[in-house]
């Protein structure tokens, strides 16, 4: 509800960020929660970049990764036309995982205590 909302962003975020991530895993927690399995059939992400492929490869604006967060789900899928690589990057909360650009490609890491990939 609207209210509500316009109530909770005016208290600061030191305290509201705990307060969601105690929410949100309890929620999980009680539906046992698993993340979902990525499935390219199914995925609309996946629908989008060919989508997008489609439509301005033949503008020579053709991409060359796609990357995506919040989706809770680690992923890497490069079945396009023109060639492309769409990263989902999962979440930082359960499962650590980031993404580097080199300058020339693209790789997903997982966090793992002072490693410095």
Known sequence: ??????????????????????WSSSSRDFANYRPPEFNAAGEPLVNFCRDYQRAHAPLGKAADYFVFGHRHTLAEYSGFTPPATM???????TRNSYGVFDGNEFSLHIFEGNDKK
């Open 87 to 93: 990263i989902i990057l999962g979440d930082w909360i």
């Open 1 to 22: 509800n609207r209210f509500t909302q316009k109530l909770y962003s005016g208290i600061h975020p030191r305290w509201t960020v705990g307060f969601a991530h105690r």
